[in-house]
Structure formats: structure tokens, C-alpha cells
């Protein structure tokens, strides 16, 4: 079945640090791949998307790339910044598995000035 | 728009004590789904609806009823609240497959 697997954390960089989180994922057809992140005490909010292989979802200094080949959509920010400490979820969504969403556990990122 | 709301943000019940949680979107989204949020566990997805009068079971259903009578409107109801329910409960809502999904800020159930 389908399934998202994203990198252990917690994280902690430096303000200024480039950041890379891996995600990959297992699916039969051919999903839409997404990051959420989750500041505390507050919902899920849509980072960036990418909906076929080789798009670039990009926000807020933030880009993953949909890489089929690898079946990767690894999260990275050239020079991530205090206000950008919380939580990160890759998750993914297709046509063919019903209504199901599927997150990875979630990757905690903490920047430290 | 407001997105999707969710009522309380707070709540505290007693062991077997029932409550009604609420959810309310008006992007005109058919999807909606409840999940709760605990340490260590990431989001479980606790029961979904596809439109109005059609609802169906996540991951953890048990101990939780859903209905849809409304596009706008998910209301998840606990029926004897348990201690195991203690938890973050998000709702969520999509426009229809493969789409990105909206959620509420969130209800933080304590149950005692």
C-alpha cells in the first residue's frame, strides 16, 4: 500500500544553516506529494505541492522537487531562520486509493539563533 | 473566507461523558476527515465523507460517530469519552482527490 517515510528528528541548526529534510514514498499510481507545517499550538498549514515527476513546489524560501526515479521529495531552505522552528509533515495523495491522505510522522526542526 | 473551523479549542470531560466536536468549512470542499494528533503517533485518521450522506471509517474509528448532512458542516461526536481519547483533533477538508487538504486550528481534548 501506499506510505510516506520521512527523516527522524528532532533537528536543530543555526540561523542561517542550509536545511535538507529526506522524504520518500511508496505508491501504485501517481500522487500529488505535498509538505505541511504545523507551528505550535496551531494546525496544519500547505508548504508546497507538487502534483506530477519533476515539478519544483516552492514557498517561503522553501522547494521540494518530485523526483519519480527516486521516489524522493526531500525538503530543503538555503538559510532557514528562528521563525521557521516547527514541525514538518510530507504526506501524499492519488487517485487511485480512495480518500485516504498519507503523512509521514512529522520531522521537528528547531533553529537556534 | 474563513477556511475550516473547528469549536471548542478547549475541552475537559469526565470518563463517559459524550460530547459533540464541531467542523465547519465553507470552501464548498466535498472532502472532509477527522484525525487526531498525539506524541509520537503523527496524524491517524479517525473517519472521513466523500459528500453529504456519505461517511466511512479511518484507522481508528472506535469509540467515535460521524454524520454529514450538510457539504458545510462534520460534527464528530464521542460517546463515552475514555482517558485513551485524550488527544489534539483536527479536521480537514479537500476539494476532491489529489488535492491538498485545509485544516481547522485544531480541539484539545482532555479526558479525565
Known amino acids: 500500500g501506499d506510505s510516506v517515510t520521512q527523516m527522524e528528528g528532532p533537528v536543530t541548526l543555526s540561523e542561517e544553516a542550509f536545511l535538507t529534510i529526506n522524504c520518500t514514498y511508496t505508491?501504485?499510481?501517481?500522487?500529488?506529494l505535498f509538505w505541511y507545517v504545523q507551528y505550535p499550538g496551531e494546525g496544519l498549514q500547505l508548504l508546497l505541492k507538487?502534483?506530477?515527476?519533476?515539478d519544483k513546489g516552492s514557498n517561503k524560501g522553501f522547494e521540494a522537487t518530485y523526483r519519480k526515479e527516486t521516489t524522493s521529495f526531500h525538503l530543503e531552505k538555503g538559510s532557514v531562520q528562528v521563525s521557521d522552528s516547527a514541525v514538518y509533515f510530507c504526506a501524499l495523495s492519488e487517485m487511485n486509493t480512495g480518500n485516504q491522505f498519507y503523512f509521514g510522522t512529522g520531522t521537528s526542526l528547531t533553529v537556534i539563533p | 473566507n474563513a477556511g475550516v473551523t473547528q469549536t471548542p479549542k478547549f475541552q475537559v470531560l469526565k470518563t463517559g461523558q459524550s460530547m459533540t466536536l464541531q467542523c465547519a468549512q465553507d470552501?464548498?470542499?466535498?472532502?472532509m476527515s477527522w484525525y487526531r494528533q498525539d506524541p509520537g503517533m503523527g496524524l491517524r485518521l479517525i473517519h472521513y465523507?466523500?459528500?453529504?450522506?456519505?461517511?466511512d471509517q479511518g484507522e481508528v474509528p472506535n469509540g467515535y460517530n460521524v454524520s454529514r448532512s450538510t457539504t458545510e458542516d462534520f460534527p464528530l461526536r464521542l460517546l463515552s469519552a475514555a482517558p485513551s481519547q485524550t488527544s489534539v483533533y483536527f479536521c480537514?477538508?479537500?476539494?476532491?482527490?489529489?488535492?491538498?487538504?485545509?485544516f481547522g486550528p485544531g480541539t484539545r481534548l482532555t479526558v479525565t
Open positions: 465523507s466523500v459528500g453529504a450522506g456519505i461517511t
Open positions: 470552501m464548498n470542499h466535498e472532502y
Open positions: 505508491a501504485t499510481g501517481y500522487p500529488s
Open positions: 480537514a477538508s479537500r476539494k476532491g482527490r489529489n488535492y491538498e487538504q485545509y
Open positions: 507538487a502534483t506530477k515527476a519533476d
